[in-house]
Structure formats: C-alpha cells, structure tokens
C-alpha cells in the first residue's frame, strides 16, 4: 500500500472561499503531481513538481496554485473557489531513477463547491 | 493528436472469457508503458508495466508491447466480475511527465 495521503477527503463548501488541498507522502519522492477527475471522466493533469523549489502547470488551468517546499508535502490551493472546480483532486508521487518507476495514488479529495 | 489512445469502451465480456485492452501512443521515443485500474468513486492503482517488446505475464493478466506499431494491450484472462473497472494505460517517456488515455470501462458479466 502506498504511503500517500490526502487531507480533507470529502469537502462542502460555498463559491468564493480559499481552500488548501493536502497532500503528503513518506516515500522520500521527489516528483509530485496534482490531477482533476470529473466522475467516469479522464485524468487532466493540474500541476507538478520535480523536487523541492519547483513547480509547474500542467495541461488544465484550474485557477489554482501549488508549492512544494518541502519533499513530502505539496498543498494545492484554489484563492476563489467556483461551483466548476467541483470535482475529485488525486494526489500522485514518483520516484525517480528508473523510467518503469509507477505513479502512486493518494485517496483523493471530493470537492464540492455550492 | 493525444498522447495516448484508448477506445472508451464500453467493453463487456462474460465471466470466464479474456478481455482485451488497447492503447496506442504517439512519441516513439516512450519507454515504459502502464497499465493501472481505476474501481469507481477509488484511485488508480498499478496492475503492471512494461518496457521491453514482447509480452508480460501477472498471474491473470498479460501486457503485450509493440514499439514497431506503437501499442500496447492489456489481456485479462478468466475474467470475473470483480476485474469491472475502468482501465488507464499510461505512457512516459523517460523524463518526468506520464501521460494518461482516457480510459477503458470493462464491465464483467456473471
């Protein structure tokens, strides 16, 4: 079982409000990534990181923002939150060194923004 | 053109047949490919990889990889109920980036 997880995993609240996804892993990986689910949909890569100090967005612009100041930890925040940031955040992690070395999943956080 | 290319599926199959998963990718330069099963509402979590040509064997499962034809497929055999799931084939190319398909839905009938 991986050793990634995700704080809060089911989350309710209303449109404006500033929110911080967690997202920690005890695997010493120094690549990270933030992906956005819709239910039965695809994967859209949000944002990632190679290591500490670095950060970079991915393909879907979510209006959020990352940082990664530490290796284990890589908060996502949305400042404003809209009902069409509703949605499930998976959290990934990978080592790196070896090009089969898999991504790692974390539960996932359900948003709802009413 | 994207990255990776499934079919979307729906796919069905009954208990006890193989079921048969297909991905294509774009960049010849990819070299490790992934497959990972995704239960509805759950997580995606790695079934296997593969990296070199040839077929890959896990118990019930079988990857196949072509890097003339650029495809990659996921057999399962002696499919049961509990394998219905949506299946992502993943592709990196060695650098830091995975690129996800949209995912295969495969519905096992009992």
């Known amino acids: 079982e991986a050793d990634i997880y995700q704080t809060p995993r089911y989350l309710v609240i209303g449109t404006g409000k500033k929110i911080t996804l967690e997202c920690s892993q005890t695997m010493g990986h120094d690549k990270m990534y933030w992906y956005q689910q819709d239910p039965g949909m695809e994967l859209h890569l949000i944002h990632y990181?190679?290591?500490?100090?670095?950060?970079e967005k991915g393909d879907l612009s979510s209006e959020s923002t990352v940082s990664r100041i530490r290796t284990e930890h890589f908060p996502l925040t949305l400042e404003s939150a809209r009902p069409s940031h509703t949605s499930q955040y998976l959290c990934?992690?990978?080592?790196?060194?070896?090009?089969?070395?898999?991504?790692?999943f974390g539960p996932g956080t359900r948003l709802t923004v009413l | 053109q994207k990255e990776v290319e499934q079919n979307s599926g729906p796919l069905s199959v009954p208990e006890g047949a193989i079921a048969s998963l297909n991905c294509t990718y774009s960049?010849?330069?990819?070299?490790?490919f992934f497959w990972y099963r995704q239960y509805s509402g759950k997580s995606p979590e790695l079934i296997m990889f593969i990296y070199s040509n040839g077929d890959k064997e896990d118990g019930r499962f079988t990857a196949q990889l072509n890097k003339a034809s650029q495809y990659v497929s996921l057999l399962i055999r002696d499919s049961q109920p509990s394998d219905s799931a949506t299946y992502l084939c993943a592709v990196t190319t060695g650098g830091n980036q995975f690129y996800f398909g949209t995912g295969t839905s495969l519905t096992v009938i009992p």
């Open positions: 990181s190679y290591g500490v100090n670095s950060t």
């Open positions: 990934a992690s990978r080592a790196s060194g070896r090009v089969y070395n898999e991504q790692f």
């Open positions: 960049d010849r330069g990819s070299q490790s």
